[in-house]
């Protein structure tokens, strides 16, 4: 996003929140600007400008948003469209229906975090002979748990702006952490 972006939405946060930004002075205005500039820098006008009327509509304290809660309002916009546990299971039961002979096909054909939550392919293998109710209650408890796990490590971590990732290693150790699945594959 660009500054003047970031002045645009500033302005509508601004309309609706008067008294939170009276005493602002201009220099404070600027800083706010940047900062917000350096924090949503990883995202498109579009989909700031979302998460705010988002905000907006469900703010119930009348309370002007933190830049967090931007990004937090974001996250919630953007996760609306992701698999939730369940919905996650159904995708590695079907996967496991099929993996007496194919599990590294169907290991392949999974989103990247159920690939994480699976572990790899073999686990699939595993999975596909084993008796149906271990996998109905055992399994599917364990693959839920990791699941959700997961899920709440990569929204936190999706969170922090490219740059702050990259200066902390995330992407580096997330990218150690699959290559290491990758070795247990095979």
Same mark, same amino acid.
């Not at 005493?23 to 924090?39: G, H, Q």
């Not at 939730?84 to 054909?109: G, M, P, R, T």
């Not at 999974?110 to 149906?132: E, S, W």
């Given at each position: 996003?660009?500054?003047?972006?970031? /002045?645009?939405? *500033?302005?509508? *946060? =601004?309309?609706?929140?008067?008294?939170?930004?009276?005493?602002?002075?201009?220099?404070?205005?600027?800083?706010?600007?940047? #900062?917000?500039?350096?924090?949503?820098? @990883?995202?498109?006008?579009?989909?700031? #400008?979302?998460?705010?009327?988002?905000?907006?509509?469900?703010?119930?304290?009348?309370?002007?948003?933190? *830049?967090?809660?931007?990004? @937090?309002?974001?996250?919630?916009?953007?996760?609306?469209?992701?698999?939730?546990?369940?919905?996650?299971?159904?995708? +590695?039961?079907?996967?496991?229906?099929?993996?007496?002979?194919?599990?590294?096909?169907?290991?392949?054909? !999974?989103?990247?975090?159920?690939?994480?939550?699976?572990?790899?392919?073999?686990?699939?293998? @595993?999975?596909?002979?084993?008796?149906?109710?271990? +996998?109905?209650?055992? /399994?599917?408890?364990?693959?839920?748990?990791?699941? %959700?796990?997961?899920?709440?490590?990569?929204?936190?971590?999706?969170? !922090?702006?490219?740059? *702050?990732?990259?200066?902390?290693? /995330?992407?580096?150790?997330? =990218?150690? %952490?699959?290559?290491?699945?990758?070795?247990?594959?095979?």
């Amino acid at each position: 996003m660009t500054k003047d972006e970031i /002045v645009k939405i *500033i302005f509508v *946060i =601004r309309a609706n929140y008067p008294e939170a930004y009276a005493k602002l002075s201009p220099n404070d205005l600027d800083l706010l600007t940047t #900062s917000w500039a350096a924090l949503l820098n @990883d995202y498109t006008y579009e989909q700031v #400008s979302v998460a705010v009327q988002n905000y907006l509509v469900n703010d119930i304290y009348g309370r002007a948003p933190k *830049i967090g809660q931007i990004i @937090d309002s974001l996250k919630k916009v953007e996760t609306a469209k992701e698999l939730n546990a369940n919905e996650a299971w159904a995708l +590695v039961y079907k996967a496991i229906q099929n993996s007496n002979y194919h599990a590294e096909e169907e290991f392949n054909k !999974l989103p990247p975090i159920v690939q994480k939550a699976v572990g790899n392919f073999n686990n699939l293998k @595993d999975y596909a002979v084993m008796n149906i109710e271990d +996998v109905q209650v055992t /399994v599917k408890a364990h693959f839920k748990s990791i699941y %959700e796990t997961e899920s709440k490590r990569e929204k936190e971590l999706s969170k !922090l702006p490219q740059a *702050i990732r990259d200066r902390i290693g /995330v992407n580096e150790f997330l =990218r150690l %952490e699959e290559n290491a699945n990758v070795r247990t594959d095979t």
